[in-house]
């Protein structure tokens, strides 16, 4: 199962859309085969096809619903984001909540078509409750550092350690990431050494005047800490 490492989140951005989401993704792309970091990509829905025929790395859809094709305006199914050639999806992003029973029946629809789920959860409690639906992976983000610069594995390293304790408690094979205001390589040596697994980055990258110069300070921690 390849779970990225580092996962950066285009969200809604122009910065991270059309054209710039392809130039973003190849600078990705480019530092995964520098550096053997396994580097991911969720751009917007709308660019989902264009992202994942331009590169190699693992592209993610950032949401599906739990539905077949089908008489769904506006939905998202699992099958054709599998068509468009996603590895998987984020669900239930603080800032796309869903119901738990959504988020088990697409991680059970995503598992059958082969597609990583990776489930956002806000707390160390809710960590929980999405390890007891055995996604892939879960990447813990307190929403109230999201897009703050403030990073969660500095201002709340708590959660982290929490979350990890939690999920462990579930199931020890589900990595956990983490994500929040995640800004420098820093941060992520942090992250790492609290025990995540990887993080989910978003406007550090997508704002950034030099996203490859600063995709590249993200993944050398990862890659010095892979090594060792
Ligand atoms: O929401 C996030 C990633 O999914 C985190 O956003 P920032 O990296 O902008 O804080």
């Known amino acids: 199962m390849h779970i990225p490492r580092l996962l950066i989140n285009f969200k809604a951005y122009m910065e991270s ?14 530092i995964w085969r520098e550096m053997g970091v396994l580097i991911g990509v969720s751009p917007n829905i709308v660019d989902l096809r264009l992202i994942s025929s331009s590169v190699e ?41 869903i ?9 059970n629809m995503m598992r059958d078509l082969n597609l ?48 990890l304790r939690s999920v462990k408690a579930i199931n020890s094979a589900i990595p956990l990431l983490c994500g929040a205001g995640i800004s420098s390589g820093d941060d992520v040596k942090a992250a790492l050494e609290l025990g995540s697994y990887g993080v989910l980055v978003a406007s550090a990258v997508t704002k950034s005047p030099d996203p490859q110069r600063k995709i ?9 800490f892979t090594r060792a």
Do not use: M
């Not at 859309?17 to 480019?30: H, N, P, Q, T, Y």
């Not at 489930?119 to 055995?134: F, G, I, Q, Y």
């Open 17 to 30: 859309s059309g054209d710039r989401a392809v130039e973003i993704s190849k600078s990705a792309e480019r």
């Open 57 to 97: 790395i693992p592209v993610f859809a950032q949401h599906v619903d739990p539905i077949p094709a089908g008489a769904y305006t506006g939905h998202v199914p699992p099958i054709l984001v599998k068509e468009a050639g996603a590895r998987g999806s984020l669900l239930n992003h603080s800032e796309k909540q």
């Open 99 to 107: 119901p738990l029973r959504h988020i088990a029946e697409s991680i």
């Open 116 to 163: 990583i789920s990776i489930v956002c959860s806000p707390t160390p409690s809710e960590s929980a409750a999405v390890a007891a639906l055995l996604p892939d992976a879960i990447a813990v983000e307190p929403p109230e550092l999201i897009g703050s610069g403030i990073p969660v594995s500095k201002a709340k390293p708590e959660v982290i350690l929490n979350s």
């Open 216 to 224: 590249r300070e993200l993944a050398e921690p990862i890659a010095s």
